[in-house]
């Protein structure tokens, strides 16, 4: 089903590509951890056995924490064991639900996943561009967006799936452009790309990829 929100489109067609996985069997990145309501949607699958949430601003892991925490029962963190240090000042911390998730907040370059998880990735999202709420010249770069989509493509298991949300404003649609170019060269008997818009709004309106691996 078709909403105007970009964001819950690509939750929609990470809903009904999973539907049929078993509970806790799948391996989630989320590339662009921000306010982490990615990161929420994809931990609250009953699909989602670890989840890995990235981000270069620490002010990501200290928004997220707390959004998890608002939503989902939460039965271990480790940034507990830093009673006096700010959360601001943590690089990393695990938690695990109630629904035996383990979530990874990781204040670092999604270029670096790789540092991070060696296991196959299942879901992959990446929301691109800046913080609405945040410093807006804080934002995703094509170059290091395009290099980490190519890990992911390698990353990715068989019948995984990868949404990746471009904005057109940030950048006068540089990273939207090149992802386009670059997604649209990958082997098709490997995997299925598609682009997602509306054909009669306005040219700057987001851009919507899927990328499903045969
Ligand atoms: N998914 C987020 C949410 O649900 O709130 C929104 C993400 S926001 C549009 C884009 C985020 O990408 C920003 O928080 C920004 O700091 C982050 N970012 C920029 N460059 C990055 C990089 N190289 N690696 C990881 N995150 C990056």
Known sequence: MWTRDITQNAHQFILSHISNCEENSLNVLDATMGNGNDTLFLASLAQAREVWAFDVQRLAIKNTKENLENKLNILSDSSNKYHNTNIENINEVSIKTSNNTKINLICQSHLAFTDFITDKLD????????????????????????????????????????????????????????????????????????????????????????????
Request: charged residues 20%.
């Open 123 to 214: 879901i992959i999202m990446f929301n691109l561009g800046y913080l609405p709420t945040s410093d807006k010249k804080i934002s995703t770069e094509a170059e290091i967006t395009v290099k980490t989509i190519e890990k992911c493509l390698k990353q990715l298991n068989s019948m995984g799936i990868m949404t990746i949300i471009t904005y057109i404003g940030h950048d006068n649609g540089m990273e939207y452009s090149i992802i386009k170019q670059y997604l649209g060269n990958i082997a098709y008997k490997d995997y299925k790309v598609l682009r997602i818009t509306i054909d009669n709004a306005s040219e700057n309106c987001p851009q919507l990829f899927v990328v499903i691996k045969e």
